[in-house]
Nanobody, 120 residues
Framework: VQLVESGGGLVQPGGSLRISCAASGFTFSSYAMSWHRQAPGKGRELVAIISSTSAYANYADSVKDRFTISRDNAKNTVYLQMNGLKLEDTAVYYC??????????????WGQGTQVTVSS
């Protein structure tokens, strides 16, 4: 299993950013996928989850109506469009396959993550 996150960067409050995760080593189209984030000094938290067919998506309350998760099964890639970014969105963002039923990650191994920093 390989998960490679990219697209992070420095953005001002209120700005937008789209991050990507390229997956390999498993049948991507058969798995729900999720984005998680870990801020300095805090645990990793689930941000968004999307079903294998994109029919279902769910979000943490803290990002609802600002973030949108999507996927392209032809490219084995999952995306997170982040709008209206806030200072508290600063974190390293990771993707993983996920269980819709338990809202937990599937794989024990994680990618390197992509740093998103919101600052004026």
């Amino acid at each position: 299993v390989q998960l490679v996150e990219s697209g992070g960067g420095l953005v001002q409050p209120g700005g937008s950013l789209r991050i990507s995760c390229a997956a390999s080593g498993f049948t991507f189209s058969s798995y729900a996928m999720s984005w998680h984030r870990q801020a300095p000094g805090k645990g990793r938290e689930l941000v968004a989850i999307i079903s294998s067919t994109s029919a279902y998506a769910n979000y943490a309350d803290s990002v609802k109506d600002r973030f949108t998760i999507s996927r392209d099964n032809a490219k084995n890639t999952v995306y997170l469009q982040m709008n209206g970014l806030k200072l508290e969105d600063t974190a390293v963002y990771y993707c993983n396959a996920a269980s819709i039923a338990t809202m937990t990650p599937k794989f024990n191994s994680w990618g390197q993550g992509t740093q998103v920093t919101v600052s004026s």
